[in-house]
Structure formats: structure tokens, C-alpha cells
């Protein structure tokens, strides 16, 4: 069984920046997928960013946040910079074993393990 636990989140100005962790538990880090994902209030769950041997990004956050991995201390992070108002969600981490496509990556539902999730708010 695989736990994920993001921390990081929290109150910052429009244009500031934020980082994201998220530390996992149980099963063999290097061989996971891993993906950010966001939900604000009353949208659905949108995916934001995934690595495996390579990153991949949603459009709208392309160029102003970097997803890494740190195999060694079995973390995932998502450094977040100019940081704009829409971008306020609870931002969750998600895991699976493999390696499929970005397409798959994208989807939720590819992912086997979710974080509880950390609240991010960027005032204007």
C-alpha cells in the first residue's frame, strides 16, 4: 500500500510562489508515476502536471510551475511561480505503478494512490 502526504500549501500574493511536496510511503518510489492534480470549489479534479522519466504540463500552467522527484528521499515536488488567483485549489499528488502515456497521465483515473490533498489560495 502506497500513502502520499503533500504539504506545502498555504496563503501567498499574486505573483509570489509556492512549493509543493509530497512525501510517499510503502512500495518501490522509482517505479511510479507520479501526477499533481487540483480541484477548486464546485470544478472538477484538473490535472496539472505529471513525471516519469519525463514531465509533462497542463496548458495552463506551462512554464510557470516545475514537477521534480527526489528518488532518493521519496518525494515528489511541484515549485510553483507567478502565481495567479485562478490557480487557488487544494492541489493533491497521485501515484501509480508504470510508465503509460501522457494522454493516460493526464486522467485521474490512471492513478491508483491519492494524497489528502493541500490547500493553496493566491490572493489578487
Known amino acids: 500500500q502506497v500513502q502520499l502526504v503533500e504539504s506545502g500549501g498555504g496563503l501567498v500574493q499574486a505573483g509570489g510562489s509556492l512549493r509543493l511536496s509530497c512525501a510517499a510511503s510503502?512500495?518501490?518510489?522509482?517505479?511510479?508515476?507520479l501526477g499533481w492534480f487540483r480541484q477548486a470549489p464546485g470544478k472538477e479534479r484538473e490535472f496539472v502536471a505529471s513525471?516519469?522519466?519525463?514531465?509533462f504540463y497542463s496548458d495552463s500552467v506551462r512554464g510557470r510551475f516545475t514537477i521534480s522527484r527526489d528518488n532518493a528521499k521519496n518525494t515528489v515536488y511541484l515549485q510553483m511561480n507567478s502565481l495567479k488567483p485562478e490557480d487557488t485549489a487544494t492541489y493533491y499528488c497521485?501515484?501509480?505503478?508504470?510508465?503509460?502515456?501522457?494522454?493516460?497521465?493526464?486522467?485521474?483515473?490512471?492513478?491508483?494512490?491519492w494524497g489528502q490533498g493541500t490547500q493553496v489560495t493566491v490572493s489578487s
Open positions: 497521485a501515484a501509480r505503478y508504470g510508465a503509460p502515456t501522457n494522454s493516460w497521465l493526464s486522467r485521474a483515473e490512471t492513478y491508483n494512490y
Open positions: 510503502g512500495g518501490s518510489f522509482s517505479a511510479y508515476a
Open positions: 513525471i516519469t522519466w519525463s514531465t
